[in-house]
T-cell receptor
Framework: QQQVKQSPQSLIVQKGGISIINCAYE??????FPWYQQFPGKGPALLIA?????SEKKEGRFTISFNKSAKQFSLHIMDSQPGDSATYFC???????????FGRGTSLIVHP | NAGVTQTPKFQVLKTGQSMTLQCAQD?????MYWYRQDPGMGLRLIYY???????DKGEVPNGYNVSRLNKREFSLRLESAAPSQTSVYFC????????????FGSGTRLTVV
């Protein structure tokens, strides 16, 4: 059973638009929710992360929104740029095990 | 600062051949991991080592073995490669704290023919 469900699988956005990627989780013990960004030919890299005690975290053009009651969290990329074209993975982990459970990834393409 | 270094970057094996993927980190991290990445399947954990001297199975350990050689190095061995093991393999490391996340290597693209 997939513990972290990520959607959409792929996303095409025009330059300047907003990219939104959603994730839902099952395990209520999860207490750390990172997002990773992966460029072609590279390993994933930590982009931004949130804990469930806040509903939103913003870093530059990247924002995580978190809804604890719905067990959902999402990544918003404002003013999307062609350089944002990458695969994005959401993940979740709990304090008992630092090993994250990853979503299946979203391939984002931002057209110029 | 090199971070996590994986070798080789590319490899083609024939079915039944064996090989070892090497991984080394220079960040003094306690924990190290091996993942495989397949299209549409995301990142799946093969094996991990929470600390030097320990190793544990992840989600997809069959057909693989690992060795935590020392704190810096964690190798992944395919004893008898199968076409189903064609994948991109990533090594990662982390400190015990969640908030620092993982540092991934740049990957090994393995093709088994």
């Amino acid at each position: 059973q997939q513990q972290v469900k990520q959607s959409p699988q792929s996303l095409i956005v025009q330059k300047g638009g907003i990219s939104i990627i959603n994730c839902a989780y099952e395990n209520t013990a999860f207490d750390y929710f990172p997002w990773y960004q992966q460029f072609p030919g590279k390993g994933p890299a930590l982009l931004i992360a949130i804990r469930p005690d806040v509903s939103e975290k913003k870093e530059g053009r990247f924002t995580i929104s978190f809804n604890k009651s719905a067990k959902q969290f999402s990544l918003h990329i404002m003013d999307s740029q062609p350089g944002d074209s990458a695969t994005y993975f959401c993940a979740a982990s709990s304090g008992g095990s630092y090993i994250p459970t990853f979503g299946r990834g979203t391939s984002l393409i931002v057209h110029p | 600062n090199a971070g996590v270094t994986q070798t080789p970057k590319f490899q083609v094996l024939k079915t039944g051949q064996s090989m070892t993927l090497q991984c080394a980190q220079d960040m003094n991290h306690n924990s190290m991991y091996w993942y495989r990445q397949d299209p549409g399947m995301g990142l799946r954990l093969i094996y991990y080592s929470a600390s030097e001297g320990t190793t544990d199975k992840g989600e997809v350990p069959n057909g693989y073995n690992v060795s935590r050689l020392n704190k810096r190095e964690f190798s992944l061995r395919l004893e008898s490669a199968a076409p189903s093991q064609t994948s991109v393999y990533f090594c990662a490391s982390s400190t015990r704290g969640q908030e620092y996340g993982y540092t991934f290597g740049s990957g090994t693209r393995l093709t088994v023919v």
